[in-house]
């Protein structure tokens, strides 16, 4: 997803003891069990799709597809973009757990997709079901984990935060800004990427870039001033969020997934 990126000050300082403390052979999280490959390598078996303006599960243009044993999301079927900005649930819910991704881009963004999103996609946590969404609805009320991919030059950090329909509280305090930026590397190119995501329920979520952890946050919760969050307070959704879907972005430039795995973790 877009917006701007800024970098607090005080997260840096965190994030860099966070990082020493990680080398320094902090504790582990508990493992409740051995990994979960969400992704299975062979086909889209336990996922479903919800792209802005279609029914759930309509694949529209088979935008999620499986070739040669990656997950990938592909346009080839599209002339213009035109807003359909898509995601891929996975068909159970979770709250505490660890979460492996492997991604990369590929190729040129699909005409008519807006400037942003070229090399631009997202891992969705902490999300509302795709039955929950409304029919044109873009984004589902999550936390987004925001995957980036360098534009040949420059810095363009990965593993990001963005909040649609949300906010999260860092450093103790409520942050109210859309996307708020990482302390990764940038990463040029159609290279594999390893991001891996520690979920704690409400308590503390922890984003790490091949093995350098980049951001942690706490506390996320719905945006009562957001439409689509508000449809779910007055749901009776509990404000403060513990838990929730998992899915993956088609946001108009290609990309891929070849690895897709989960590893429950004690309360």
Request: with cysteine; proline share 5%; charged share 20%.
């Amino acid at each position: 997803m877009r917006r701007s990126f800024i970098h607090p000050a005080p997260l840096a300082a965190t994030l860099f003891v966070l990082a020493f403390a990680g080398s320094a052979g902090a504790t582990q999280p508990r493992s409740d069990g051995e990994w979960i490959q969400l992704f299975n390598g062979k086909n889209l078996d336990g996922w479903t799709p919800k792209i802005a303006g279609y029914e759930v599960g309509d694949n529209f243009g088979e935008t999620f597809r499986v070739q040669d044993g990656v997950l990938k999301t592909a346009y080839d079927q599209y002339d213009q973009f035109n807003g359909r900005f898509g995601h891929l649930f996975y068909r159970e819910p979770f709250s505490h757990y660890l979460l492996h991704v492997e991604y990369r881009f590929v190729g040129e963004q699909v005409p008519g997709g807006p400037g942003w999103a070229v090399r631009n996609s997202g891992i969705m946590i902490h999300g509302q079901s795709p039955q929950s969404m409304a029919k044109d609805q873009s984004f589902p009320v999550s936390i987004e984990v925001q995957l980036l991919g360098g534009a040949g030059a420059g810095e363009r950090p990965t593993a990001n935060v963005c909040t649609p329909g949300t906010h999260i509280v860092m450093d103790g305090k409520l942050v109210t800004r859309h996307c708020n930026s990482s302390s990764s590397k940038t990463y040029h190119g159609d290279q594999w990427v390893t991001v891996e995501v520690e979920v704690h329920g409400n308590a503390m979520i922890r984003h790490a870039v091949n093995g350098e952890t980049v951001f942690e946050y706490s506390r996320p919760q719905l945006d009562a001033g957001d439409a689509d969050a508000r449809k779910l307070i007055e749901g009776g959704q509990d404000k403060m969020l513990s838990g929730g879907t998992i899915s993956l972005q088609s946001e108009s430039h290609p990309v891929e997934f070849r690895k897709v795995e989960l590893k429950k973790l004690a309360d």
